[in-house]
Nanobody, 117 residues
Framework: QVQLVESGGGLVQPGGSLNLSCAAS????????MGWYRQAPGKQRELVAT???????NYADSVKGRFTISRDNAKNTVYLQMNSLKPEDTAVYYC???????????WGQGTQVTVSS
């Protein structure tokens, strides 16, 4: 089993910044990719950004140039630095870990990000 614990959400004004963290623990040796997804009220969960164990990153078009995903392998932690936040970034942000063996997916409990003046 893998446990994912997120932190760093909150309320921020438009144009502001937040940094989300996701700490992984447990049987993490078969995790090959980690990332962030988000879900706004009434909408489907969508990919925000992912990073592989080799450091390859992928971003949704809506966050390119504003968000940066990174990882600290020594701490088994993935970060999402979010800059120039917009009201449309408001959502619950979920940490995700992709596993090479079953179960193939792990999710964190989610952290609320609200962008409002």
């Amino acid at each position: 089993q893998v446990q994912l614990v997120e932190s760093g959400g909150g309320l921020v004004q438009p144009g502001g910044s937040l940094n989300l963290s996701c700490a992984a623990s447990g049987n993490i040796f078969s995790i090959w990719r980690m990332g962030w997804y988000r879900q706004a009220p009434g909408k489907q969960r969508e990919l925000v950004a992912t990073i592989t164990s080799g450091g390859n990153t992928n971003y949704a078009d809506s966050v390119k140039g504003r968000f940066t995903i990174s990882r600290d392998n020594a701490k088994n932690t993935v970060y999402l630095q979010m800059n120039s936040l917009k009201p449309e970034d408001t959502a619950v942000y979920y940490c995700h870990a992709a596993n090479r063996v079953r179960p193939y997916d792990y999710w964190g409990q989610g952290t609320q990000v609200t962008v409002s003046s």
